[in-house]
């Protein structure tokens, strides 16, 4: 349910985004900021004001003194595609990885690529490290504003909520960004700099046009300029460039006063009017190019002087940063590119010339393998057709690191006809699509490819694996196993990848049949092709489906100890995050759940939950939810149940996937059952019951309805409302059809059902021998839950059995009962949420779990971690909170509620 793995990702790092302008640090030396850095210990220090206000040079000066004096400081440019959540989270990972072990990004090759989970499971392995990290850091992220990803933003969010004592993140932005800063403020973890204090004070304004001027100002033209400029660093820096070699000082002076126009277009105005018509011609030409080097800047512009008018261009201090130490890269600063360009249009340049240009910038670029800031300049001059030929060269690359985003936007850039003529990048974007979850946009670009690139041997099969991920993850699961069964007579000649994948997909299927013999010949013959080649997330599938059909057959010991064994190899080799590796998270905690390991399970969902979200089986993504809100609800947190409960069913409207909307509601349904709020439950069933939800799966199964589904619902109201005689034979009928396929777990649960239908119908004998015989069948396999979290009548039957001789063990009788005991809601402690927030959720976990008096060894297990990543965290947990022992947190655990 992935694509197979390539040959060559394909993606480099760009090193320039790693460190700040070679010449941004100005000669003014801001002394009042990095004083006011340095004494505050806020763990966001966030610079905004508008262009011209100097940013860059602030931050580079921060960061010069900071590594100056020892610390671990690391830098990052974004820009425009750095608003993608992978490329943002390659890029964070490179600069943080300069600086601190373990961050850096992790070669892509054939055995750990697992394109779906690119994005969301590099964030969580980021998330994971840096909580793991207790060593001090600066982290500086200049030009912010590039960034509006929702999901780049709350990344972002989240570091800055774990960062420890010493660890501080600088951001600088035209505009303040969408992060929480509210709660940062109050608790005096932020430090705000915006444009009055990045202004130049009189003092700052004479040495600085002292350092540039050979004859420096008297004191009534210095307080003019002052006046005038306000200390905008900008227009100070123009007023220089305008000033110098000029005698007629008093006259530029006079103009600004009298001057009603901005006073940046004055100036510039005035430098550009007295340079040399060619240098003037260049700045004017290269002001379209974000950035240029001499070479580019030769073939864009058809001329062989471009280093001499780049070196005139810096001796006049014009506005032009080096952005590379070790190659002659430059750009200008974006308030002098505005009105440079403003002048180009204005010169007379014809929109064909500005085409050509920026032309012969794509092409150069794109010979240059720089294929991404080409891909621009082509699509600026019209010509997608370049466009397209230079996003077929990184497309799939991007797809395989999880830049979904920027390939999205790509396609969105490039009329069909044009789209129709590169297959590869029709593939790429279709993957892309269907990882972002727009399943009909994946649909369009696939029926795009003509019918010749279609019987290419290499695209057919490329096709197969893409057309049956996009059906099992758009819930088209009947059309995905048709495509399976359709290349079944092909598998032969089928990349080893690929054959594997269809064997995955219809042992999915015969499970859904409950054909459960057939589902393991399938799952053999996946492994077989799989095994050789080293796909490891391929052979995740395979083993979480044999894991998947005990657990149907109400083995849930025998699942757990498959999906723990399997877990834990995955992460010894490397392979923590991923979505096949959630998959499997996925799994052991529904089987923890089942055997009642409550902390166990809600620890994995924590971890998991995210990447789940965004990269799994709708199947999974239910379950998940579910066990997570029946968690919640049963440590009495009902509301937060309803919020979790919520997001599943906003994903499923979202994704347009009825059936997950579906499941949201048949558990809010139990929920408004178990408060007692019969008319809420009500007002649901014809939801639930929606028939046009149901019809796409007549004669299949689905995984995540095996325990709960419509029946079972309509069962529960029935017991509320005591009205059970209609109810009963439907529940023996589906009894006698789950023994039929040997799902003995779905039977535990109609059993469960059966035997309190009967104590309200007064039948109390039958009730007791019904759920005798189904503990009896239940206790073996370990399970708990199936019976739990139906506890409408169960436990006056449970104590019942206690009281007289029973073939159930008393043993089994006292867990069932415990973990059938109705849980109270609890008021949440909101004053002490923001102390809690400071905590990351798996923090959260780890300090309820020690409160609980778990162990190192046992914390370690339950987390899969070694003792010493446990001993880390909590080095963390007791920085954050203050505490020093485990007696402190016991009480610092209670405090927040987390006990």
Not at 248 to 263: F, K, M, P, Y
Not at 498 to 523: K, P, S, T, W
Not at 667 to 684: E, I, P, S, V
Not at 828 to 852: C, F, N, T, V
Request: include cysteine.
């Amino acid at each position: 349910m992935h694509p197979p793995p390539p040959s060559n990702p394909g993606i480099r790092v760009n090193t320039r985004k790693l460190r700040p302008s070679y010449d941004a640090a100005g000669k003014v030396e801001r002394s009042r900021i990095f004083t006011l850095v340095d004494r505050s210990s806020a763990n966001l220090v966030l610079v905004t004001a508008p262009a011209g206000y100097g940013k860059t040079t602030t931050l580079s000066q921060l960061y010069c003194q900071m590594r100056a004096a020892g610390r671990a400081t690391c830098w990052l440019t974004v820009d425009a595609s750095d608003d993608d959540p992978g490329r943002f989270t390659f890029y964070l990972r490179a600069a943080l990885g300069s600086v601190l072990e373990g961050v850096d990004e992790p070669e892509i090759t054939a055995a750990n690529l697992d394109g779906s989970t690119a994005s969301s499971a590099r964030v969580q392995q980021l998330l994971e490290t840096l909580d793991l990290t207790e060593a001090p850091f600066v982290l500086f992220i200049d030009e912010f504003e590039e960034i509006a990803s929702t999901k780049v933003l709350q990344l972002l969010g989240e570091i800055v909520a774990g960062l420890s004592p010493g660890q501080r993140i600088v951001l600088g932005s035209r505009q303040t960004p969408d992060l929480p800063l509210g709660r940062l403020r109050v608790s005096g973890r932020l430090l705000e700099i915006d444009a009055d204090l990045l202004k130049f004070d009189r003092e700052e304004s004479r040495r600085y046009i002292a350092g540039r001027l050979p004859c420096a100002l008297n004191e009534a033209e210095l307080d003019t300029l002052q006046d005038r400029t306000d200390g905008w660093p900008a227009a100070l820096q123009l007023a220089a460039a305008a000033l110098t070699g000029r005698s007629d000082t008093a006259a530029l002076l006079e103009g600004l006063v009298a001057s009603s126009r901005n006073i940046s277009d004055y100036l510039a105005e005035d430098v550009l009017a007295r340079l040399p018509p060619r240098l003037c011609d260049f700045l004017l030409a290269t002001s379209l190019f974000d950035a240029f080097s001499p070479a580019m800047c030769d073939a864009a512009l058809g001329v062989t002087d471009s280093r001499e008018c780049i070196a005139a261009t810096e001796r006049d201090n014009l506005f032009l940063q080096r952005i590379d130490n070790d190659g002659p890269w430059y750009r200008y600063h974006p308030l002098f590119r505005e009105f440079l360009g403003t002048q180009l249009r204005h010169s007379g340049a014809t929109p064909e010339r500005i085409a050509t240009l920026q032309l012969n910038a794509a092409r150069w670029l794109a010979d240059h393998d720089k294929p991404f800031p080409a891909v621009p300049y082509a699509l600026a001059a019209g010509d997608q057709a370049l466009a397209a030929d230079i996003m077929s060269t990184r497309a799939t690359a991007l797809v395989r690191v999880g830049q979904f985003d920027t390939v999205a936007k790509w396609m969105a850039a490039i009329p069909d006809a044009i789209l129709a003529t590169h297959p590869n990048l029709l593939i790429a974007g279709a993957y892309a699509a269907t990882f972002l979850h727009r399943y009909g946009e994946a649909s369009r670009l696939i029926e795009l490819l003509p019918a010749e690139a279609q019987v290419d041997e290499r695209i057919s099969a490329e096709l197969v694996a893409l057309r049956i991920m996009l059906c099992a993850w758009s819930d088209r699961i009947v059309e995905a196993f048709r495509i399976g069964e359709s290349a079944r007579a092909n598998l032969s000649v089928m990349p080893p990848y690929v054959a594997g994948l269809i064997h995955n997909a219809l042992a999915y299927e015969a499970i859904g049949q409950g054909r459960d013999i057939a589902a393991m010949q399938e799952i053999a013959a996946a492994k077989h092709l799989l095994e050789p080649i080293g796909a490891v997330h391929a052979l995740n599938y395979s083993v979480s489906f044999e894991g998947a059909i005990a657990l149907l057959q109400g083995e849930a010991k025998a699942a757990r100890a498959r999906f723990e064994g399997t877990l834990e190899a995955i992460i010894a080799g490397g392979h923590r995050y991923t979505t096949s590796t959630a998959i499997v998270a996925a799994h052991l905690a529904e089987a923890l759940y089942e055997l009642n390991e409550i902390d166990a399970a809600e620890t994995l969902l924590i971890d998991y939950l995210p990447v789940i979200h965004d990269g799994c089986l709708p199947d999974h993504i239910i379950v998940t939810y579910r066990v997570l809100a029946r968690i919640q609800a049963q440590r009495g947190q009902y509301a937060k149940a309803l919020v979790t409960l919520d997001t599943l069913q906003d994903l499923g409207d979202v994704r347009s996937i009825p059936r997950i909307s579906a499941a949201s509601r048949i558990d809010k349904h139990r929920l408004a059952l178990l408060a007692g709020d019969l008319a809420a439950a009500q007002r649901l069933t014809p939801l639930i019951a929606d028939e046009s939800v149901w019809r796409p799966f007549t004669g299949f199964s689905t995984y995540a309805e095996n325990l709960d589904d419509p029946l079972v619902a309509d069962v529960r109201q029935a017991l509320v409302e005591g009205s059970v005689r209609a109810i009963i034979p439907r529940l023996q009928d589906a009894i006698c059809e789950a023994s039929g396929h040997n799902r003995r777990r779905r039977v535990a649960r109609l059993q469960c059902l059966l035997a309190q239908a009967f104590e309200v119908a007064r039948r109390r004998p039958q009730a007791l021998e019904t759920l005798e015989r189904a503990l009896a069948q239940a206790e073996p396999g370990g399970m708990l839950r199936v019976f739990a979290d139906e506890p409408w009548h169960l436990n006056e039957l449970l104590r019942a059995l206690s009281d007289r001789k029973c073939t159930v063990s008393p043993t089994y009788l006292q867990s069932m009962l415990a973990a059938a005991t109705k849980t109270e809601p609890v008021a949440a402690k909101s004053h002490l949420q923001d102390e809690a927030m400071r905590l990351s959720p798996k923090e959260g976990q780890i300090l309820r779990l020690l409160a609980e008096g778990h162990s190192n060894k046992e914390l370690a297990r339950k987390l899969f971690v070694t003792e010493n990543t446990v001993e880390t965290h909590l080095r963390r947990i007791y920085g954050k909170l203050g505490i020093r022992s485990r007696t402190q947190a016991v009480a610092r655990a209670l405090e927040l509620g987390l006990i």
